[in-house]
T-cell receptor, first 113, second 109 residues
Framework: DAGITQSPRHKVTETGTPVTLRCHQT?????MYWYRQDPGHGLRLIHY???????DKGEVSDGYSVSRSKTEDFLLTLESATSSQTSVYFC????????????FGPGTRLTVL | KNEVEQSPQNLTAQEGEFITINCSYS?????LHWLQQHPGGGIVSLFM???GKKKHGRLIATINIQEKHSSLHITASHPRDSAVYIC???????????FGTGTLLAVQP
């Protein structure tokens, strides 16, 4: 298995609070992605990174920000969590663009009350 | 209309049956991925293909680029194959993976 961890694995928070999710990899892959998974929807891309300090928006980026100060870490921040951000969040890594295989982390279940 | 559509959404089979899951896409692609997600579990990549057919154990994936269609077959299905199977197309205007909503497979003993 690719070395990808996510923390925390579960979190319950209240509306309006800031939340940061961490993705950590030991594979030295260039590309890192944050997805959310909701019933009735496929995985949807929130933000992605193509290198240290290089990030770009995905299709559902509103309300989220990201940072990548080191190759191994990709942080997803909800500045002011809302109930619509209740979801399961997956991090993925790849050594190239999407035409190559992506390896997924175990997921973080976030509940915003 | 979703750019990537899977059918069926739900599938129940008896152990030993041959299973087919279909994926149709409307975008031009350079690769198609099949992924597996066990209940409450992580997501694992099964195949990535851009033409023809790939086989791994009891799993076979095929793609027809002209018809914009891919299939995932499972031979001699087993209860441990019970999972959600997801196809994802890479390409199109965004050059990102576009995911289908998944097919929930239950294989009964």
């Amino acid at each position: 298995d690719a070395g990808i961890t996510q923390s925390p694995r579960h979190k319950v928070t209240e509306t309006g609070t800031p939340v940061t999710l961490r993705c950590h990899q030991t594979e030295n892959h260039r590309y890192m992605y944050w997805y959310r998974q909701d019933p009735g929807h496929g995985l949807r891309l929130i933000h992605y990174s193509y290198g240290v300090k290089d990030t770009d928006k995905g299709e559902v980026s509103d309300g989220y920000s990201v940072s990548r100060s080191k190759t191994e870490d990709f942080l997803l921040t909800l500045e002011s969590a809302t109930s619509s951000q209740t979801s399961v969040y997956f991090c993925a890594i790849s050594d190239s663009s999407g035409a190559r295989e992506q390896f997924f982390g175990p997921g973080t279940r976030l509940t915003v009350l | 209309k979703n750019e990537v559509e899977q059918s069926p959404q739900n599938l129940t089979a008896q152990e030993g049956e041959f299973i087919t899951i279909n994926c149709s896409y409307s975008v031009g692609i350079s690769a198609l991925h099949w992924l597996q997600q066990h209940p409450g579990g992580g997501i694992v990549s099964l195949f990535m293909l851009s033409s023809g057919k790939k086989k791994h154990g009891r799993l076979i994936a095929t793609i027809n680029i002209q018809e914009k269609h891919s299939s995932l077959h499972i031979t001699a299905s087993h209860p441990r194959d019970s999972a959600v199977y997801i196809c994802a197309a890479y390409g199109g205007a965004t050059n990102k993976l576009i995911f289908g909503t998944g097919t929930l497979l239950a294989v009964q003993p």
